[in-house]
Each structure stands twice: as structure tokens, then as C-alpha cells.
């Protein structure tokens, strides 16, 4: 069985290379891999060709709702954007801390921090907060690919950040371990981590720009933009979050997508010059459709690997390998399996890894939170690279993918290596749980 | 069906009839009315209430 | 990263209308099988033993005329005696517990006491299917007088029934958080809320049920990963553990079966387990069999994976010591499985009717672990064929 | 079923010839049940003693001072991750009477010790505190281990720890024959010239306690 589910990967392999070769985009190449990997399969009848089509289409859906965060989000921003909120915005952070620069980077951070951890999503920090984040990073004199991996970086920790870490959340509730006692055992690396990072590539100052400079290079503000146009819409976004988890049980399960697209509709009522609708919308959409189609082909590939026992097999290699090479292999392993999988690694890797972890006397907690900061890095690997495409997108860098990821290599590293040693020494620094109960 | 719940329909709606839009207007590109397309596949079978 | 510039396409149109049909196509090809799934019922013929049927919501009216409203087999004993509650589907891809129930509404009969049998407690979950993960939509179960379809459900309720998600999970009355995804399971949503989240309804009447029959045994049926550390177990918590403790002694030593007890944790919140023995008198307890098909590191996911749970990649790391159950070449059978549920069951209810003899179930024609392994399951489910119009009930 | 009951009993205490078994010794009461690892086992062992009809004090976390204070254990009351029961017969050892013997149920359990506020290694120190208590008071200690193959686990896991720390330093060992798969207690036994037997089933003590008691 292993030499046919072996094959079948590398069908599935060579019909990405060939796709990739013959200049398709990543969406369609990634698609291209599923459906081999299904016709493949049919020759041994798992699954039979005539389940292949029901196995395509319901691989289609395991991402549903995050396409609707992402297309609601992206469009609320860019409501906020055209109405010159986000200009005024920016206008006043460099007014208020153009002359304190750590100050001003630790603001910033912790802007890009709070909607990512309070959603899990590091694609909402970014699609709320990233665009004009990105223009005062510019304005303090740092060159958009650093722009680009500051916000991809600090994205990723916000989405490990607690409260909500949806990797750590598949994982307990795949592992039967309660969502409990992250608060500093995720939040404690989290904040080192970040400040590390801002400071790092954000520190040195690369433009001449004085502030009155900075401020003139700034777009200028829409006249009747005020702060509270600014607000109002943020306040009907975050008041509908944290009410949810102020009265859970007085307030209905609003969920992100409509919490956005009120705060959408908010933004639209107060904005002073009012934006067309309908063509920011529609350009909305176009802009995200190779992210929403990666979410789809994404799923199809999953659900095909599953189906034919390719994911069996990579689970059972990892969970296999001698413990020493794998707590260095997660390095690699971890972010590589979300760059390809995005969430659905932390089912298929993580349950398994968690249980053999636990078993071998690891702290499952601790562990689960390691791994769950080295996660988010695979955001920003192809074939999805879903969090450094958009950090790329809002910052406005017009270099290659690639070396914007250069960028990140020493953050990457230094993440890297704090979270593996949080699994290997899990059992020792398990007093943060206690303290976070 | 409660009101959130229709809400939901409704944006899931405006998103298939963007996407449908665009796709009509889409003249170049092979590779986004493939795109657009498999987007819309979830969407719309999700309306049909069929999964 | 971006998409390669295409070349401006010779006929725009004709290539839209062609991806278009092809697009329509594949998602008729692949809608029409999941439509069917969700509206497929696997015939249950209600046996002597079967009193009335009634209706989940007979107990919280939240759930009337919902989807998700269960069924309710009730046998009722001649005698007057002790109650019990059996559950099974609460995840609809641990088929066990399912096909147990079956077996018990089609041939069981009761003398005292009376038995309460949802089959599936989470409707929404059965009807549901497990996007990106490969399963099968059905699977058959042979019998003498010819094949008995079946739903492979999920874990989750589906968002047609629950939608959308939170962002995160607050547990009812606890406030614990849990992942987004257990609103939609109902192994996390008890004790519920007359007019909560649709779950949480459900699992809200179940408990109106045990509170206003009151009933002195509830069963959950469940199937466990192999390299899962909570498997081949019975879960009590510490109201309910000398029974447990003592069945599964019993079973062990009578039957040759192992079915170790774990304590139901404190500080987890919404388990069957937990909380129906925090909010009702009822002794609850869940039943973990072993389920190889769930496990992540198989081969395929096939219908023959999951009937005899024989899996290269699972023997290979049960040598490893990475399992939590033994494991070899023999797999880990369904009808094995289905054995472990119904001996378990029959025998905490004996040690529960042998300390409170006042409270006591008596029952009979339920078969055994040893005659499930020896028979098959297939052989005690009656042909629907044969049954009385008016005793079929479609599940 | 009676009769078969009565079979059952007789077959499980046949006790299976395992290399290094030893003569069952004699205890005397009052006794204390405990568990290390916080698994469900301990229930296993207080039915065993039930069965067995021989009056016991149970808690599952005892610190040295509680086994101090004797039969009642102090007075200490149940509470959450906590359970203390005396069914001691008060009339032949009045409250306070020192304990002559120890069981202790052998077993890790991740969920009994979180539900207990520990951890392993907390659990580990908890239990060596107790066992060296039970040495310099010459309570006659007892390692048990009925969780079958689903209550061990690789080396160096969580059952072994617990394992370790308290069946080399028994005075006699009783487990079931699917927990010494891999002769793991006999060699303890063995090794530390330990009192030892092996049972078919977890009711197959039934006989021995009765025969170590009476």
C-alpha cells in the first residue's frame, strides 16, 4: 500500500511541477495536483472515479466561511481607505510619535496585534490595520519590503496570540485537552517575540524624511474627515467582538463576516465623501480571487490526499521520525505543512504530534502553544503564502515575492527556535500555564 | 432560519453576484474565469441549501 | 507570486461558456451525491421491545419542527423499575454505537424498567459530511438477506442547521472557551439552552428528557482514535465510576474484552460525561471503542477501513508503542466494536439493578460481545421487508 | 448468573505461575488505599477490598500528615479534586489508630491529575513523600497495578514514572498478567527480592487481599 500511495504523491507532485512549468498560476497548479491525484486514485478505486467529482466539490468547502471573512474585511477596509480614514489616521500617529521612534514602533505592533488576536486570523490584522500601519512604517523612514515583513511577521504572532489561537483551538479539540492556560504561555512569547521583531527591522531609520516631510509626502486628508468617522466604524467592529465575549450569553453569534459587514456599512454612513459601492466591491472581489481560489483549490487538495491516503502517509512518516531529528524537523515541517495546507496542517500533523508529545511526558499545553507561534510563519510560504501576499499587497512593495521573504530571515529564526524549545522544555515552563488558569 | 442566518445568505448572494459580474466582464484572462468559477461552486451550493 | 500575464484570449466568449458548462457540470456531478446523503434514511424496524416513538422535542419545544429534532425509541417493561438513556451519533462518524442501537431497537425487550434509545442525537451531524477529509458517503453492512445502507456522518452539525460560527466558543453556563467549531459538536454544547445555538437545544432537551423521566443511567456512544489516549474506555465521572469500575471488571474477566475506566475531567467543560452528572441525578457514562478510520496516519479512507480497521501504517507504529490500544494484523472489527458498546451497557446496567434492586432494568434478546464477534452485526437487523408498514422508522 | 459468578471467582483466583511468584504474606489492618498517578484504578482496587469484604480508608492525594493522623485520616472532607472515605470499623480501630498497610493503586492519568490540580511531576513528589513516609513507619506497603496494557506506556512515560517510584520500594507487589507483558514487575520483584504475585483478572485480588487480611 505504501509503494501506490507513494506513487500517487508523486503524480500529484509532477502535475503541480508540469503546471507550474507551463506558467500556470499557483491556484490552478495546486488544482491541477488534486485532480491527478484523483484520477490517480480511481485506478485503485480510492476513491472510485465516479466519487471524484463529489470529493472535488466537497473539498471546495472546509474554507467557506474565511472566504467570507476575507472578502468582507477586505471590502470594509477598503471602504475606510477611500474615504481618507485611513490618511487621517496615519497623518496622526506621525504627528504624535514621529520623534519617539521605539515608542512609535511599539504602538504600531501593538495595533497590528489586537485584531489578529482577538479573531485568530493574522489576515484580519492585516486587512483591517495594514494598509495604514504600512503608510506610517513608511513615513518613519523603513523601506516597504521591510514595511512588508514587519506587518507579515507581527501579523502571524497576532494570529498565535491569545485569546483566540485557531491552531491551538483545532488542536484541543482534536486532542480532548481544554483551551485553557494560554493566556501567558502564548501571550508572554508573543509580545517578546514581536518587540524583537519591530525593533529589528524597524529600528534604523533608511529615509532621509524629516517630519514635516514625512507629513507632506502623506496623501492629504479628504476635508470634513474628522477622527470620530474614523472611529465609529472600528467601534461598531470591536463593540460587536467583545461584546460576544462580554454577555456570550445575551448577545446572538454575530460571526466575523457580518460583524465586518456592518462596521462596512457603518463606514459608508459616516464617510463624508460617499465611495462607489458597487465598483469597490466588484475591484474588491477581483483583487481577492486568487486568495479566495487558493482557499478552494487548497481544500480540493486536502480532501484528495485524505481520500487516497497520501495525508495518512505524510502523518505516519512525520510521526516516525526519531524524536531528536524531529523536534529539529519541525522547523521545516511546521511552517511548510501550512504553507500548503494553512489550517488544515494543525489537524493532520498537530493531533497526532500532540498525543505522541504527551505520551513521551511533554507538557501538551506548553507544546501546543510552541507550536502554534512556528504555525503562522508558513503563512507566508507558497503555495498559499496567504498572509505574506496580503502583507505584501497593503504595504505596496513592488519587489519579487521572494525577496520580501528574505526580510524575514532573522525574526523567522528566532521564532523558530523559541518555539521548539518551548516543546522540548514544555514540561519545565509549564508554571505559565498555572499561572494563566 | 433566524435573521443572522439570512444575513449570511444575503452576503453569501452579493458575493456570487459580484463574482458573476466580474466573470461577464472578464474578457483576457483564462485563468481568472477559472478562478471565479471555482469560488462561485461552494457559494452557490450553499444557497441551494444543499450543503 | 502573482498570476503570469495570460495572453488576450482569441474568443473570450466561447472559452467562458465552455468553462462555464464544464463548471455547471461538475457542480451538478458533485452536488447531487451530497444532496441525496443529506436526505438518505437507513430503515430501523421497532421491534417487540419498542413501546412508542416519540420526538425529542416532546421535551423542549425549541427544538418543534426544527431539522435537528431526534427520534425517541421508547421500551417500556411490564414492570415498573429503574430508566436508562442511550445515545449514539452524537459524532455520526463513530458508527458503532449506531449500529448497536439498532440492534438493540430491532431485538431487545424489556421486562422492567424502561429504556429510552436516541439513535441520533445530533441529526444535523449525521446528515453532514466532513469537508477535506475524503470519507465515504455510505456504508453497507451485509446481512442474510441482502445489504443495509448506511449515512457516514461527522462530527459537526452542518451550517445549514448552525450558521455562522462564533469566533470563539463560549461554553454555556461555564464560559469556558472552546474551539469555534464545537458549537456545532455536540459532545461540547451540554448542558444547552432551551433557546441557545441549535445545539445546544438539542443537548438542552436531552437533558429535560433525563430530568422529567428521571432517568438513572444515560450511555453515550463514541469511537476513538487509536493513538488517542482516551480509547477503548469507559469516561465516568466519580458519581458514576463504581459502576463503570465494576463493569468493567466484570466484562474483562467474563467476556475477554478490556475496556478500561478514565475519570471524566473536572475543569472540561461540555462533555456528556461532565455535565449531565453535574445538572441532573442521572449516572452518566461514555463509551469509547476503538475507531482506526479516524485515525490521521491511515492509508485511504475506505468502507473496508472502517469495518475492519486493518491499516499498514497503524500496525507499524503499534509496534512503534505509539497506539494507546493493542493492535495487530487482525485490525480492530466493526461487529468487535459493536460488541465491546453492548456488553458494557448490559453490564452496568446488571451491577446499577443489582445495588438498587427498587431502580433495577431487566431486558432481554439483546445479543453479546461474544455472539457480535461470532454472528457478524449484520444478523440481528431484521428485514424492513417483513416488518409491519407502521414499524419502520427511517433514521 | 449467581453460579456463574461463583465459577468466575473460583477461576480468577487460580492464580496463573509467573516466573519469581512468591507466597501471598500476611498484613494486618487497619488499611489505607491511595493512588499514584491518579488513574481510576484505585476504584478498582476499593471494589477489590469490598468484594473482599475488608473495611478500608481511602484518599486519593494523602500527605504524610493525613496517614500520621491515622484511621479517619484527620477528618479531612471531600472537595473538588480531593476525595477522602472512611469505611474503617471504628469499634475494633478507633479514630487516629495508625495504619498497618498501604495499597497503592499504580496508574497515570492526565485527566485525574489535571482534575486533581497536578501534574506529573508534582504527582511523582507527592507519591515519593508518601512511599518514604510509609518506609520509616513500617506500614506495610503494597504496589498494585491492574490497568492492564492500556496502563503502561513507552519508557520514561508518566505510568513508568509512577511505576518507579513505588513498586521497587514495596513490600510485595500483586498485578495483573497483561500489566507484566513485558516481565517489568517481576524483574522489580526479582531485582529487590520483593513479595510478588500475578492475577488473571483485577478480581483475581479478591482472594489474595483476602488471604493477606485474614
Not at chain 4, 93 to 109: E, N, R
Not at chain 4, 186 to 203: M, P, R, T, W
Request: net charge positive; with cysteine.
Amino acid at each position: 500500500m505504501t509503494l501506490q500511495i507513494g506513487v500517487l504523491l508523486l503524480l500529484m507532485v509532477a502535475a503541480y511541477a508540469v503546471a507550474s512549468l507551463k506558467k500556470l498560476s499557483v491556484e490552478l497548479s495546486i488544482l491541477a495536483a488534486a485532480v491527478a491525484g484523483g484520477l490517480g486514485g480511481a485506478f485503485l478505486k480510492t476513491p472510485p472515479l465516479g466519487e471524484l467529482p463529489r470529493h472535488l466539490v466537497e473539498g471546495m468547502f472546509p474554507y467557506l466561511d474565511v472566504m467570507l471573512v476575507f472578502s468582507t474585511a477586505t471590502f470594509f477596509m477598503a471602504l475606510v481607505s477611500e474615504s481618507g480614514g485611513v490618511n487621517y489616521v496615519v497623518r496622526g500617529a506621525i504627528k504624535l510619535f514621529y520623534n519617539v521612534r521605539v515608542v512609535a514602533l511599539l504602538v504600531l505592533m501593538i495595533i497590528i496585534l489586537i485584531p489578529g488576536a482577538l479573531t485568530g486570523a493574522g489576515s484580519v490584522s492585516i486587512l483591517v490595520v495594514g494598509a495604514p500601519v504600512a503608510l506610517a512604517l513608511k513615513a518613519l523612514g523603513i523601506p516597504e519590503r521591510k514595511t512588508a515583513a514587519i506587518l507579515f511577521i507581527v501579523a502571524g504572532l497576532a494570529a498565535a496570540a491569545p485569546p483566540v489561537n485557531i491552531w491551538a483551538m483545532i488542536l484541543c479539540a482534536g486532542t480532548a485537552i481544554p483551551y485553557v492556560g494560554f493566556t501567558y504561555t502564548l501571550g508572554i512569547p508573543v509580545l517578546i517575540l514581536g518587540t524583537f521583531t519591530v525593533l529589528w527591522l524597524g529600528l534604523k531609520k533608511e529615509g532621509g524624511m524629516d517630519k514635516a516631510a514625512a507629513l507632506a509626502a502623506l496623501p492629504p486628508v479628504p476635508p470634513g474627515m474628522k477622527g470620530w468617522r474614523v472611529l465609529v466604524p472600528f467601534v461598531v467592529f470591536f463593540g460587536m467582538v467583545i461584546a460576544n465575549r462580554t454577555w456570550p450569553f445575551a448577545t446572538p453569534i454575530f460571526g466575523l463576516p457580518l460583524e465586518f459587514s456592518a462596521a462596512a456599512f457603518t463606514a459608508w454612513l459616516v464617510s463624508p465623501r460617499k465611495p462607489d459601492v458597487l465598483k469597490l466591491a466588484l475591484n474588491t472581489m477581483k483583487r481577492l480571487l486568487p486568495l479566495l481560489a487558493t482557499m478552494i483549490v487548497v481544500g480540493m487538495l486536502q480532501q484528495i490526499m485524505t481520500a487516497t491516503g497520501v495525508r495518512g502517509m505524510i502523518s505516519y512518516a512525520v510521526i516516525s521520525i526519531p524524536l531528536v531529528l524531529l523536534f529539529i524537523g519541525l522547523a521545516v515541517i511546521i511552517p511548510v505543512s501550512e504553507g500548503v495546507l494553512t489550517y488544515g496542517a494543525a489537524a493532520i500533523l498537530g493531533i497526532p504530534l500532540i498525543w505522541f508529545f504527551d505520551s513521551i511526558g511533554l507538557h501538551a499545553t506548553v507544546a501546543i502553544a510552541g507550536l502554534s507561534i512556528l504555525w503562522p510563519l508558513g503563512d507566508g510560504l507558497p503555495p498559499t503564502a496567504l498572509i505574506g501576499r496580503l502583507s505584501v499587497m497593503v504595504s505596496d512593495y513592488k519587489g519579487t515575492y521572494w525577496s520580501f521573504l528574505r526580510q524575514t530571515w532573522v525574526p523567522w529564526l528566532v521564532i523558530t527556535i523559541t518555539s521548539i524549545l518551548m516543546v522540548v522544555y514544555s514540561a519545565k515552563l509549564s508554571f505559565l500555564v498555572k499561572w494563566s488558569m | 432560519m433566524n435573521v443572522i442566518m439570512i444575513f449570511y445568505y444575503l452576503i453569501t448572494a452579493a458575493l456570487v453576484c459580484l463574482l458573476g459580474w466580474n466573470l461577464i466582464r472578464e474578457k483576457k484572462s483564462a485563468n481568472d474565469m477559472i478562478l471565479g468559477l471555482l469560488v462561485m461552486i461552494p457559494l452557490v451550493l450553499r444557497l441551494l441549501r444543499v450543503k | 507570486m502573482s498570476a503570469p500575464e495570460s495572453k488576450p484570449l482569441a474568443h473570450p466568449v466561447r472559452v467562458k461558456i465552455v468553462l462555464a458548462v464544464l463548471a455547471a457540470a461538475l457542480t451538478v456531478a458533485g452536488g447531487v451525491p451530497l444532496f441525496k446523503h443529506r436526505h438518505f434514511g437507513t430503515p430501523f424496524v421497532a421491534g417487540p421491545g419498542v413501546t412508542k416513538v416519540i420526538k425529542l422535542s416532546d421535551y423542549s419545544p425549541g427544538l418543534k419542527g426544527r431539522f435537528v429534532d431526534a427520534d425517541v425509541f421508547v421500551m417500556e417493561g411490564a414492570e415498573p423499575g429503574g430508566k436508562a438513556l442511550i445515545m449514539a451519533n452524537t459524532h455520526a462518524n463513530e458508527p458503532a454505537g449506531y449500529l448497536a442501537v439498532k440492534i438493540l431497537i430491532e431485538n431487545a425487550v424489556v421486562q422492567k424498567g424502561t429504556l429510552y434509545i436516541i439513535p441520533t442525537i445530533n441529526v444535523s451531524a449525521s446528515r453532514n459530511t466532513k469537508a477535506g477529509d475524503g470519507y465515504p458517503l455510505y456504508y453497507d453492512i451485509p446481512t442474510d438477506w441482502g445489504r443495509v445502507r448506511f449515512r457516514m456522518g461527522t462530527r459537526d452539525a452542518s451550517p445549514l442547521e448552525s450558521w455562522p460560527d462564533p469566533d470563539v466558543y463560549i461554553h454555556y453556563p461555564d464560559k469556558q472557551l472552546l474551539s469555534y467549531l464545537d458549537l456545532r459538536n455536540t459532545n461540547r454544547t451540554w448542558p444547552g439552552r432551551p433557546n441557545g445555538p441549535m445545539m445546544e437545544r438539542v443537548t438542552y432537551a436531552a437533558m429535560e428528557l433525563m430530568r422529567k423521566e428521571k432517568i438513572d443511567l444515560a450511555f453515550d456512544f463514541h469511537g476513538a482514535e487509536t493513538m488517542f489516549p482516551v480509547t477503548n474506555c469507559i469516561v465516568a465521572p466519580q458519581k458514576s465510576a463504581k459502576f463503570a469500575t465494576l463493569a468493567s471488571m466484570m466484562v474483562k474477566a467474563m467476556e475477554g474484552f478490556d475496556s478500561h475506566v478514565e475519570p471524566s475531567p473536572q475543569n472540561f467543560r461540555g462533555l456528556s460525561h461532565r455535565e449531565i452528572g453535574d445538572f441532573s441525578n442521572t449516572l452518566p457514562f461514555l463509551l469509547e471503542a476503538p475507531i482506526p478510520f479516524l485515525d490521521q496516519p491511515t492509508g485511504p479512507k475506505t468502507v473496508k477501513l472502517l469495518l475492519d480497521g486493518k491499516d499498514p501504517f497503524l500496525l507499524s507504529l503499534a509496534k512503534k508503542k505509539k497506539l494507546f490500544v493493542s493492535y495487530d494484523a487482525n485490525g480492530w472489527p466493526m461487529d468487535k466494536r459493536v460488541g465491546q458498546h453492548m456488553s458494557t451497557t448490559l453490564e452496568i446496567i446488571r451491577q446499577f439493578s443489582k445495588k438498587t434492586p427498587d431502580r433495577a432494568i431487566r431486558l432481554s434478546g439483546a445479543p453479546k460481545y461474544a455472539d457480535l464477534v461470532r454472528d457478524g452485526v449484520g444478523k440481528y437487523f431484521h428485514d424492513p421487508a417483513k416488518a409491519e408498514p407502521g414499524r419502520i422508522h427511517y433514521e | 448468573m449467581k453460579k456463574a459468578l461463583v465459577i468466575l471467582f473460583a477461576a480468577a483466583s487460580v492464580v496463573t505461575l509467573a516466573a519469581g511468584q512468591t507466597a501471598v504474606p500476611k498484613a494486618k489492618l487497619p488499611v489505607l488505599t491511595t493512588s499514584a498517578g491518579q488513574s481510576n484504578d484505585v476504584n478498582a482496587l476499593n471494589i477489590v477490598l469490598e468484594e473482599a469484604d475488608i473495611k478500608y480508608d481511602y484518599c486519593d492525594v494523602p500527605t504524610p500528615e493525613m496517614v500520621a493522623a491515622g484511621v479517619g485520616l484527620g477528618n479531612k472532607q471531600s472537595a473538588e479534586g480531593f476525595h477522602v472515605e472512611s469505611t474503617t470499623d471504628l469499634a475494633k480501630f478507633p479514630k487516629g489508630t495508625p495504619f498497618k498497610a498501604c495499597l497503592v493503586a499504580i496508574g497515570a492519568s492526565l485527566k485525574g491529575m489535571g482534575a486533581s490540580g497536578l501534574t506529573i511531576d508534582t504527582e511523582e513528589a507527592r507519591v515519593k513523600k508518601l512511599v518514604d513516609y510509609c518506609k520509616k513507619n513500617k506500614i506495610f506497603l503494597v504496589a498494585v497495578h491492574v490497568g492492564g496494557e492500556a496502563g503502561r506506556g513507552p519508557a520514561g512515560s508518566d505510568n513508568e514514572r509512577m511505576i518507579d517510584a513505588v513498586a521497587p520500594l514495596a513490600d510485595f507487589i500483586v498485578v495483573t498478567k497483561d500489566s507484566n507483558k513485558d516481565g517489568r514487575f517481576s524483574k522489580i520483584a526479582e531485582k529487590g527480592k520483593i513479595g510478588f504475585q500475578q492475577v488473571d483478572y483485577a478480581l483475581g485480588l479478591v482472594d489474595i487481599v483476602k488471604k493477606m487480611f485474614n
